[in-house]
């Protein structure tokens, strides 16, 4: 098992281009995430996916952003201007299986090691 | 406002010595709690789960303890080794609030000296 795989490892931009980070899923799983982290907001959800529908994107700052899953085995998220302040590291994350208010929820998510994304 | 909060100093402990890792959270009705481990550079990766009628699990020399009613999970790592040095989160799930979404806390360091 290969785990979740990101690329690239890390991003360096100038203000104003567009980002495309991508990310393959542990195979088999059903639900992806995206993540950013940064020192100080902590792991923020941005968006997830379900069976490559996206289900929930409340997270998403703002219209610069948006992510695809054209398949099973690929995702995507774009930021298109990027600016100083989405620096940060973006993780995926996938599972089998969604977090649910049930007493057989609770699916641990696998994450990949990130995308360090500097926007200068 | 809803709030996961774990201890934001880094907790520096001796070899050998039991690690306590608090995660308190108010104004969420969970399902569950998951604790992570995330090492520099690394993305986090999951240790345990504890559900809501669940007081206590372990796994080899770790123990998590969930009380609903003070709204808190403990988390202990028992003879603690060098290696354990990383940076530990814990995650709310489930409840009408957040839906489905796993949200994390800000995360522990922990730092165990030789």
């Known amino acids: 098992d290969a785990g979740v795989i990101q690329s690239p490892r890390h991003e360096v931009t100038e203000m104003g281009q567009e980002v495309t980070l991508r990310c393959k899923p542990i195979?088999?799983?059903?639900?992806l995430f995206w993540y950013r982290q940064t020192m100080m907001r902590g792991l923020e959800l941005l968006i997830y996916?379900?069976?490559?529908?996206?289900?929930?994107d409340s997270g998403m700052p703002e219209d610069r952003f948006s992510a695809k899953m054209p398949n099973a085995s690929f995702s995507t998220l774009k930021i298109q201007p990027s600016e100083p302040r989405d620096s940060a590291v973006y993780f995926c994350?996938?599972?089998?299986?969604?977090?649910?208010?049930?007493?057989?929820?609770?699916?641990?998510?696998?994450f990949g090691n990130g995308t360090r994304l500097t926007v200068t | 406002s809803q709030k996961i909060e774990q201890n934001s100093e880094a907790l520096n402990i001796q070899e050998g010595k039991t690690a306590t890792l608090t995660c308190n959270y108010t104004?969420?009705?969970?399902?569950?709690l998951q604790w992570y481990r995330q090492d520099p550079g690394r993305g986090p990766v999951f240790l345990l789960l504890i559900r809501e009628n669940e007081k206590e699990k372990r796994k080899e020399r770790l123990k998590v303890t969930f009380d609903t009613t003070l709204k808190q999970s403990l988390f202990h790592i028992t003879a603690s080794q060098p290696a354990d040095s990383a940076t530990y989160l814990c995650a709310l799930a489930g409840g009408s609030e957040y839906g489905n979404k796993l949200v994390f806390g800000a995360g522990t360091i922990l730092r165990v000296k030789s």
């Open positions: 996916f379900n069976n490559n529908v996206p289900i929930d």
């Open positions: 104004n969420y009705s969970p399902a569950y």
């Open positions: 994350a996938s599972s089998r299986g969604l977090p649910q208010r049930s007493r057989q929820g609770g699916s641990p998510l696998h």
């Open positions: 195979s088999g799983h059903d639900y």
